[in-house]
């Protein structure tokens, strides 16, 4: 895959709804989110869909009493921000549902029971409860596509998902296991929001992701885990672990995920990586901010973003960094953030023969390392003479 496909893959993951990059100079959880607050209008304007709606064929006009459908787009029902504790029967030509930032707690499969149509459901900002889901509710819609269940309190996912699924949203719960029975069959899916819940090492073992062939994206973002987590997919292009507990990555651990384009795994434990742990022919964005690191690793030749700041650096080996030169395949580094650590002299200028095509050099502030000792002055001894050293009186002058 040439870099500009590359590029063109990593810009549509980019796009999906979750997917964002930030420096935190605090652990994510310790900040407070500020629900979204929709307006209370109808929304003056709607998602651009795919389906094609020919004017001159009369479509159904049913809707339910509590949400509103667009005479220009019949096919999607807004039953946002409303107040609803159920969710109202659907109609079956409705292909679009939005049931967002409402007080539902469960989902009946009565209310799916006609339908068979729908490919996208936003059941998030609600506080639905996994008792309270009806098992195969969403098995049985074979036609969905993507389904939003971020931000209500689930404590895992719903079982058995339709095979159909490509995109599924489940942070902001309180999951603490991944089931086989929930993901399996899901080999469609490319897109996977596991962030911001009580996820452990336990949860992840196993085989529980690789059979997800397809998978693009993973994020596990704000969970509970202690090392990598195993058997990840060939497929996968993103891994995002910021803020866990992570103090290690094994010898060889990317070698399962051979054509991984961006990794993120700051405000983590990290204390020192193997060196060549990150040699992979088609990684462009490594985040490895708020560890612990302290020494230089080797950078791949197609990386072009790194973050290393708020580690633990006294100096930036920049040969270690580039080992070797060759100017007809120049490393692409664009970009590195090193503030925040402990150095105490500016990055050797060998790095811009290193990495050609870097534009930005992110010194910023260090911080004091209390234990650092400068190197002893040593005062350069008196030089003696051989023999007899003459008494310094005898040269004072006589009055």
């Known amino acids: 895959m040439g870099i500009l496909n590359h590029w063109s ?11 964002y990059q930030q420096d935190y100079d605090e652990p994510y959880d310790s ?6 607050v929709p307006p209370d209008i109808e929304p003056p304007a709607f998602p651009h869909h795919t389906d094609y709606v020919n004017v001159y064929v009369p479509y159904p006009n049913e809707c339910a009493r509590e949400c509103f459908c667009p005479p220009s787009y019949p096919f999607a029902m807004y039953c946002e921000n409303r107040k609803l504790k159920t969710i109202p029967d659907i109609p079956q030509h409705i292909r679009h549902l939005y049931i967002q930032f409402n007080e539902i707690e469960a989902v009946n499969a009565k209310a799916f029971v006609n339908a068979t149509s729908l490919r996208d459901i936003n059941l998030s900002h609600n506080h639905i409860k996994s008792s309270m889901v009806d098992r195969g509710v969403f098995g049985k819609l074979k036609n969905l596509i993507q389904l939003h269940l971020d931000y209500n309190n689930l404590e895992e996912v719903p079982a058995p998902l339709p095979n159909t699924l490509e995109r599924l949203f489940l942070g ?6 991944l089931s086989a029975d929930a993901l399996q069959d899901l080999a469609k899916v490319t897109m996977l929001d596991l962030c911001n819940n009580k996820l452990t090492d336990a949860a992840v073992k196993g085989k529980i992701l690789s059979g997800m062939k397809s998978l693009m994206q993973i ?18 292009l993103q891994l995002s672990l910021e803020n866990n507990s992570i103090s290690s990555i094994p010898e060889g651990y990317f070698k399962k995920t051979p054509n991984l384009m961006s990794l993120r795994i700051s405000h983590n434990k990290l204390k020192t990586v193997p060196f060549k742990v990150f040699n992979l022919s088609s990684l462009m964005e ?20 790194l973050y290393l700041n708020h580690n633990e650096f006294l100096d930036l080996n920049v040969s270690l960094l580039c080992p070797t030169i060759q100017p007809t395949s120049p490393n692409l580094l664009t970009y590195i953030r090193i503030d925040h650590n402990k150095l105490r002299v500016p990055i050797n200028t060998y790095i811009y023969l290193c990495f050609p095509r870097i534009q930005n050099i992110f010194y910023g502030e260090q911080r004091v390392d209390d234990n650092y000792l400068p190197p002893p002055v040593i005062q350069p001894s008196r030089p003696r003479s051989r023999g007899n050293v003459p008494d310094e009186t005898q040269f004072e002058p006589s009055d």
């Not at 893959?9 to 997917?19: F, I, T």
């Not at 900040?31 to 979204?36: I, L, Q």
């Not at 902001?172 to 296991?177: G, L």
Request: proline share 7%; aromatic share 8%.
């Open 172 to 177: 902001f719960n309180k999951i603490s296991k």
């Open 219 to 236: 994020n596990l973002c704000n969970n509970r885990l202690k090392s990598m987590p195993s058997d990840l997919p060939a497929s996968l």
């Open 31 to 36: 900040y407070d989110f500020e629900p979204e």
């Open 286 to 305: 490594l985040n490895l901010g708020h560890n612990q690191l302290s020494k230089a690793f080797f950078i791949p030749r197609a990386l072009e973003h």
């Open 9 to 19: 893959v990593l810009m549509l993951l980019l796009g999906a709804e979750v997917m």
